[in-house]
């Protein structure tokens, strides 16, 4: 059994219980040291649960001293010949270190691998269990994420990389979504020979919309209000097209 653990939890109390359990000890039999205490955050960005140091204690109700290390003499980084960073690109490992080092302030054991992606994209994708909270309702705190590392990794660069971020496929199945619930509108407005206003969208999602409509027969998309209640209308211009109610 570890003498001491590191543990995260939303709360101290939680995370005292969380490493009782874990060690299979009673509260008397610990001593407890808060590392971190926990923060609120916008989308979950900036948040950070709790974090403590559990010690359990020795036969005589002392703390164990932990054993010194000798620390090994550093070696000098050899250069690396013929690998150059671009000037003015931000470098690909930058926006997963960046992300890696977000995710370890939420005490999750995910973590970010690079996929291949389109020229000038840089497609990462966030691993592990449980992703739920990362994803966020419709995927608002993954575009939150996204944004924020866009934002970071390309603030020093005179070029630009697109970065996207998917976490257990959410964006093709989005995608996926998306594209029936566009056609299921469009069939309403020929149906009824109305245009139909969507839910407001961000700018990813709506051309998703625009693209699976452009070739739909009496169809037509556009886009109208301000960020973020910006949408999509679904443009019927078939026969007998009937002139819209009210004002998007």
Do not use: W
């Amino acid at each position: 059994m570890a003498n001491s653990i590191e543990i995260c939890a939303k709360t101290i109390d939680s995370a005292i219980e969380k490493g009782l359990l874990e060690l299979g000890v009673e509260r008397e039999d610990v001593t407890v040291e808060v590392l971190e205490n926990p923060k609120s955050g916008f989308l979950g960005i900036g948040s950070a649960p709790a974090k403590i140091l559990m010690t359990v204690l020795g036969e005589n109700g002392e703390v164990p001293k932990a054993p010194e290390k000798k620390e090994k003499p550093k070696k000098e980084a050899a250069p690396v010949k013929g690998k150059k960073k671009a000037s003015g690109k931000p470098a690909e490992g930058d926006a997963a270190e960046f992300l890696t080092k977000v995710l370890s302030y939420i005490c999750t054991d995910a973590h970010v691998e690079q996929k291949e992606g389109e020229e000038g994209t840089l497609s990462l994708e966030i691993v592990g269990e449980h992703l739920g909270g990362i994803i966020g309702r419709r995927g608002e705190t993954l575009d939150a994420l996204q944004h924020l590392t866009n934002l970071v990794v390309n603030r020093k660069s005179e070029g630009k990389t697109r970065i996207m971020l998917d976490a257990e496929n959410y964006r093709a199945k989005r995608e996926e979504s998306l594209e029936k619930f566009a056609q299921r509108a469009a069939n309403q407005a020929i149906k009824y020979k109305r245009n139909k206003a969507l839910e407001p969208m961000n700018a990813y999602e709506r051309h998703i919309v625009h693209v699976a409509l452009q070739d739909m027969e009496n169809i037509s998309t556009s886009s109208v209000g301000v960020e973020p209640n910006r949408r999509v209308v679904i443009n019927y211009t078939g026969p007998d097209a009937r002139p819209p109610r009210r004002r998007y």
